[in-house]
């Protein structure tokens, strides 16, 4: 086996694993803990829809998420009072750097898998 083809069999079977529990989390950023992920908007809970963005907002933000492990190495993001999902738009694309995140019902596209 080449050594090429030996570290992507070694990054395949490390990205298998589980890593994060189920559980309730605020998700904070690797960059700083100054900021965590937060839907958009100032209105009540019960008012985020399908489309409301997600972005990276001061870490007072009382938005949680619902961590849930969905197999083969991948969680869906859930929040937790809307009940909808974190997802990307379109599913995103590894070569565009200006995709959307967004919250979104459930609806098992790829772009709902983290």
């Known amino acids: ?11 395949h079977t490390e990205q298998m694993k589980r890593v994060v529990k189920d559980g309730t989390y605020q998700i904070n950023s690797k960059v700083s803990d100054a900021y965590c992920i937060d839907a958009s908007g100032e209105g009540a809970k019960n008012e985020y829809h399908n489309g409301t963005d997600i972005h990276l907002w001061t870490n007072d933000s009382d938005d949680v998420f619902k ?27 590894i070569l565009d750097t200006q995709t959307n995140v967004q919250l979104y019902e459930g609806n098992n596209s790829l772009g709902q898998y983290w």
Not at 67 to 93: C, H, M, P, R, W
């Open 67 to 93: 961590i849930t492990y969905a197999g083969d190495g991948y969680y869906k993001i859930q929040e937790v009072v809307s009940g909808l999902y974190v997802e990307v738009i379109n599913a995103g694309s």
């Open 1 to 11: 086996m080449s050594k090429e083809h030996s570290d992507l069999v070694l990054f």
